[in-house]
């Protein structure tokens, strides 16, 4: 009799364990995976939060050491003198001209057919003249351009450079000599002014 009681007890245990392991399984089990869930999301977002808030919390600090290159910026003879559009056009207009008249001593060997002022279209740090140049040269005149462009105070920078060769007919007092070899260059040139950029964000 106490065997059958003893089994009896712990088949009535055991069902219950059963049960109470199934209950779980259909209306707890669910709940409590979701919140697991839920609280590694929220402690994500949280992490992600102060990231941004770290972050946000160096953009004055960058803002003002921007502010004080921009201001600290003086004198230094890598930009252009003008303070204007116009003005910075007209200069980097006559730097060129200077450039190809100084390294071409005759008149012949270089010339330039065009210079466009351009507008930039992605705006940095500081205000870029750009100037669209079509020049006609003679290779070792023209290689004489590019380094005096390149040493040249202010700065000046050079882009989208495309040549093309040609010969060129020439005459003198009546007599026609022998072609000569020229280049058909096309080129962007451009420098910085010493005025920044106003954005958004420095506002």
Same mark, same amino acid.
């Given at each position: 009799?106490?065997?059958?009681?003893?089994?009896?007890?712990? /088949?009535?245990?055991?069902?219950?364990?059963?049960?109470?392991?199934?209950?779980?399984? /259909?209306?707890?089990?669910? &709940?409590?995976?979701?919140?697991?869930?839920?609280?590694?999301?929220?402690?994500? /977002?949280?992490?992600?939060?102060?990231?941004?808030?770290?972050?946000?919390?160096?953009?004055?600090?960058?803002?003002?050491?921007?502010?004080?290159?921009?201001?600290?910026?003086? @004198?230094? @003879?890598? &930009?252009?003198?003008?303070?204007?559009?116009?003005?910075?056009?007209?200069?980097?207009?006559?730097?060129?001209?200077?450039?190809?008249?100084?390294?071409?001593?005759?008149?012949?060997?270089?010339?330039?057919?065009?210079?466009?002022?351009?507008? @930039?279209?992605?705006?940095?740090?500081?205000?870029?003249?750009?100037?669209?140049?079509?020049?006609?040269? %003679?290779?070792?005149?023209?290689?004489?351009?590019?380094?005096?462009?390149?040493?040249?105070?202010?700065?000046? &920078?050079?882009?989208?450079?495309?040549?093309?060769?040609?010969?060129?007919?020439?005459?003198?007092?009546?007599?026609? %000599?022998?072609?000569?070899?020229?280049?058909?260059?096309? &080129?962007?040139?451009?420098?910085?002014?010493?005025?920044?950029?106003?954005?958004?964000?420095?506002?």
């Amino acid at each position: 009799m106490t065997l059958d009681q003893n089994a009896g007890r712990w /088949l009535a245990i055991t069902t219950l364990l059963l049960i109470a392991v199934i209950v779980y399984f /259909l209306f707890f089990h669910w &709940f409590f995976v979701e919140h697991a869930t839920l609280s590694e999301e929220i402690e994500n /977002l949280n992490e992600t939060r102060q990231k941004y808030i770290n972050e946000s919390a160096k953009t004055p600090l960058l803002r003002e050491k921007i502010q004080q290159v921009k201001q600290t910026v003086g @004198d230094n @003879d890598e &930009f252009l003198k003008a303070d204007s559009n116009n003005l910075g056009n007209a200069e980097i207009t006559a730097i060129l001209k200077n450039i190809v008249t100084e390294q071409s001593p005759d008149k012949g060997a270089c010339e330039l057919i065009s210079q466009s002022p351009t507008q @930039d279209r992605e705006p940095q740090q500081f205000e870029k003249i750009i100037l669209r140049v079509r020049m006609r040269c %003679q290779f070792d005149v023209f290689m004489n351009v590019l380094k005096t462009i390149e040493e040249h105070k202010p700065t000046l &920078f050079l882009d989208d450079l495309r040549i093309e060769s040609r010969n060129v007919q020439r005459y003198r007092r009546g007599q026609e %000599q022998a072609a000569e070899e020229s280049l058909e260059i096309r &080129f962007i040139l451009y420098a910085y002014m010493k005025k920044a950029v106003e954005t958004r964000d420095e506002d």
